[in-house]
């Protein structure tokens, strides 16, 4: 699976932006499809995973009500819509996928393929 991710870019606080990571591949359906964020010095941290059983949703604490995970099969796409922002969301968000792990969601870990990234940054 290849993963192309994209819809970074500059945006005050409280603005919105929507990323978008294209996916390769013809099974996309049976992967579970999550977006991690890296900002400078810190470790990559998990945002939000897609599952690929009936679409369950999870986020991390820090965006819950203010990001929205989504995905189009036919269209081999996830979505990540954010809204609200802050400027402590500033990092490189990058879309991953997963197959099957007995590692947590919130454990990159746990993904096999990455995106590139895409670089949010959020002014206050």
């Known amino acids: 699976v290849q993963l192309q991710a994209s819809g970074g870019g500059l945006v005050q606080a409280g603005g919105s932006l929507r990323l978008s990571c294209a996916a390769s591949?013809?099974?996309?359906?049976?992967?579970?499809m999550g977006w991690f964020r890296q900002a400078p010095g810190k470790e990559r941290e998990f945002v939000a995973v897609?599952?690929?059983?009936?679409?369950?949703?999870y986020y991390a604490d820090s965006v819950k009500g203010r990001f929205t995970i989504s995905r189009d099969n036919a269209k081999n796409a996830v979505y990540l819509q954010m809204n609200s922002l802050k400027p402590e969301d500033t990092a490189v968000y990058y879309c991953?996928?997963?197959?099957?792990?007995?590692?947590?969601?919130?454990?990159?870990?746990?993904?096999?393929?990455w995106g590139q990234g895409t670089l949010v940054t959020v002014s206050s």
């Open positions: 591949g013809r099974t996309f359906s049976a992967y579970g």
């Open positions: 991953a996928a997963e197959s099957g792990s007995y590692l947590p969601y919130n454990d990159p870990r746990r993904y096999n393929y």
């Open positions: 897609s599952t690929w059983s009936a679409g369950v949703t």
